[in-house]
């Protein structure tokens, strides 16, 4: 369980903070929610606490496990299905599952198409979902400005994996 002044990551939204724990009388139960607020953009979510697994919420990642993921993300090997259709019910799942590699899979593969054939509407959308997701943890991890952690993600992926020997 959660406590207040607790970050923690959505897989739909990104990192925020636990601002309250609060009940309320739904269909005639009553029921305890977390207030989760993000500190870019205002977002304000209602999670029930008994729902919290399932959703897929989780604690930040320390600054050490940000440090690796960064290293990581060169060496991330990206499939893109040709069916745009499939694609993104592949990449929704990605984003879904709330793991920060499978969220930098999907802005690696869309990056990387975008910048070969361009991007639907949907998927750009996606893209810039992704980054966000992304973005708002490494902020809040590293206590640095959104635009430096946007940067430092594009660095990464842009960058070349290291050959092996």
Not at 74 to 83: D, F, G, K, Q, Y
Not at 92 to 109: F, H, M
Request: charged share 25%; net charge positive; hydrophobic share 40%.
């Amino acid at each position: 369980m959660f406590q207040i002044g607790d970050l923690i990551v959505h897989p739909m939204h990104g990192a925020g903070v636990i601002d309250d724990v609060i009940q309320e009388k739904v269909a005639g139960k009553v029921k305890e929610y977390y207030v989760f607020k993000m500190p870019i953009g205002g977002l304000t979510l209602k999670i029930p606490t008994a729902n919290c697994q399932a959703i897929g919420i989780r604690t930040i990642i320390s600054e050490a496990e940000a440090e690796a993921f960064f290293a990581g993300i060169p060496a991330l090997e990206v499939e893109s299905n040709a069916n745009w259709n499939k694609r993104y019910q592949e990449n929704l799942l990605r984003l879904k599952s709330g793991n920060l590699n499978e969220v930098a899979r999907v802005v690696k593969g869309l990056m990387r198409r975008d910048s070969r054939r361009g991007l639907s509407t949907g998927e750009r959308k996606m893209l810039h979902s992704a980054k966000q997701i992304i973005i708002s943890e490494i902020a809040l991890v590293e206590g640095c400005a959104y635009q430096d952690a946007e940067e430092r993600l594009e660095r990464a992926v842009m960058q070349k994996p290291p050959v092996p020997q």
